[in-house]
Structures are given as C-alpha cells and as structure tokens.
C-alpha cells in the first residue's frame, strides 16, 4: 500500500473502535458474577426442626389488666371514678397480687401535661416495677 493510499484510508472518515477496554470491563463483570455464584452455591443448609404448637394443649389465660385514668383535670380514675393515690397504691398492690401475670395500663387524656403523666407513671412503675405500661391510641 502506498503512502498516499495510507493517508486517505486514515482520513476517510471511518472511525477506528477499541474493543479492548469494552471486553476488560466484560471479563471483569463476568469474574464477579463467577467468584458469587460459586460461594452462594457452597453455602450449607442447616436442618432445623421448627417448633410447634399443640392443638389441644392448655392456653395460660392472661389476666385482664387493671386500667389506670388519668383526666384533664389531673385526677386519677379506677373503675371510671376518681380516686386517691393512696386508692390506687391499695388497688394496684391487690390487683398485682391476685394476678402474677397481670399488667396495670396507664389511659391519659391527650389534654393532659406529659410532666403529670410521666409522674404518674413513675409512681406506678415504683409500686408495679415492670408490669406496667402506658396506654398508646392510634388516633
């Protein structure tokens, strides 16, 4: 070929593509896909029996809790009554006694200042330890 040609093939428009570095990238996606598979592939799978659930076998009743109110105007209810703190230090010990499972739920006004219903609960919790639990509505 002569020099002239040479120079016409070269500026005659036709790009030149490099497949070298397309093919690197493809080998290197291929390796990964490879080097996954092969360890997914060596994981063992553990036999573990699942535990089961008798059908006839004896239900433990949890006890109904014992609902604690607390109303805008500060004042604690049992029962839809308001009552003292020494009431509900009587009734919650009663309560806790009688039912060992039992939970006491703390029901507070929405209009209620937190600090009131933090106290309280507190008080609660001082006589109830870790059987007693706030109240959450979805609304």
């Known amino acids: 070929m002569s020099i002239r040609s ?3 093939a070269r500026h005659s ?3 030149d593509v490099n497949l070298v570095p397309m093919m690197d990238v493809i080998m290197t996606i291929l390796t990964f896909f490879i080097i996954v598979s092969m360890t997914l592939s060596n994981q063992k799978a553990l036999n573990v ?4 659930t008798d059908q006839g076998g004896t239900e ?3 006890p109904d809790p014992l609902i604690v109110g607390l109303n805008v105007q500060g004042q604690i209810l049992l ?4 009552a003292t703190d ?7 010990q009663a309560y806790l006694t009688r039912n060992v499972n039992g939970a006491v739920i703390l029901k507070a006004d929405r209009k209620v ?3 009131q219903v933090a106290k309280l609960l507190s008080t609660m919790q001082a006589l109830g330890g870790e059987r007693v639990s706030l ?3 979805a609304n």
């Open 49 to 52: 029996p699942l535990p089961r």
């Open 60 to 62: 433990i009743k949890q």
């Open 79 to 82: 029962d839809g009554k308001p």
């Open 13 to 15: 428009g036709m790009p």
């Open 135 to 137: 109240a959450i509505t």
């Open 86 to 92: 020494s009431d509900l230090a009587q009734k919650m």
């Open 113 to 115: 200042p937190y600090e």
């Open 6 to 8: 040479r120079q016409k």
